[in-house]
């Protein structure tokens, strides 16, 4: 049985020495038959130097060179499509999860022959304001996506090589990997894990926000079936209110009264607008990405 592990880097470099050696002891002990996959997303430290250092002294080391930074999940994605392992063992490299957990995966894969285990946080980490963000991210996910995932879970997980192959097929640009995981479908069990917490991370809350965004649009559709349901109901509103206002109009004297309401209902209905038009521009930049048929990242050099 080949294990493959597969890992990226961004701003690594200090992770990298430590990473190898846990990760290398845990997989020895499963397979002596394995391979360490290192996809730089175009790190602008000496991550990738430290891999090549490892590598000079072991052969099971693998560097995927990325021209550029193209963004995390697809980096992960590119690191998969090389994976040629029965199993593939998915780890993020600032050992916020363990390596170690690779035992505990392996394990519950044998005991309850299962596709893939995936790690959640047992309990979320960060301050209040990230466990708000947290929970309004996976709340607002949830309620506009036609499959839901479970909250909290990591980039932590092992998988075999049939489930691996299933989604090698997704070749969607704009990628979130953690629908496209539930969409594959398998037999997936999850296991609670206690997550670190590193203050330097690079998820800041634009970029939070900007994988919320990214998250919906790009496993839903939903979104824009609630605009269109908004802008019924808008339009029942205003024949209700028309009615109303021609009754006052036919009855009483006062119907011309209440100019403020007049601006507010205008500015209302012109944020509704301009929210709109934003949802549907949204889905157009998507859909003209995925049809210019680009390549999802650029390999410069791979140390095989």
Known sequence: ?????????????????EFYERVSVVVKEI???????????????NSNL??????????????IELSRNF???????????YASGDLIYLLDIDLEEPPELLRVFHDNMVDKKVDVVYGVQEK???????????????????????????ENILMARLMNKEYVESLKKYNE?????????????????????????????????KKKMSLLVNAITATSNRLL????????????ASFAGLVYFTIRAIFYD???????????SIWFLSGLIIISIGILGIYLSKIFNEVKQRPLTVISKIYD
Do not use: C
């Open 50 to 63: 430290k891999v090549l250092q490892a590598r000079e002294l072991d052969d099971h080391v693998k560097l």
């Open 71 to 81: 963004g995390h999940h697809k980096a992960v994605m590119t690191g998969l499509r």
């Open 124 to 150: 979320r980490k960060g301050k209040y304001f990230e466990k708000i963000t947290g929970k309004f991210f996976y709340t607002m996910f949830n309620l506009m996506s036609e499959i839901p995932i479970e």
């Open 254 to 264: 006062d119907y011309l009264e209440g100019w403020p309401s007049l601006i507010v």
């Open 31 to 45: 397979t002596d038959d394995y391979e360490l996959i290192f996809v730089n997303d175009g790190s602008p430290d």
């Open 173 to 205: 640009k704009e990628l979130f990997l953690g629908g496209v995981f539930a969409m594959v479908g398998y037999n997936q069990i999850s296991i609670p894990v206690a997550k670190g917490s590193r203050p330097d991370t690079t998820y800041t809350f």
């Open 1 to 17: 049985m080949k294990l493959s592990v597969v890992t990226t880097l961004y701003r690594s470099e200090r992770f990298v020495k």
């Open 225 to 236: 079936i609630y605009v269109f349901y908004l802008g019924l109901i808008v339009s029942v």
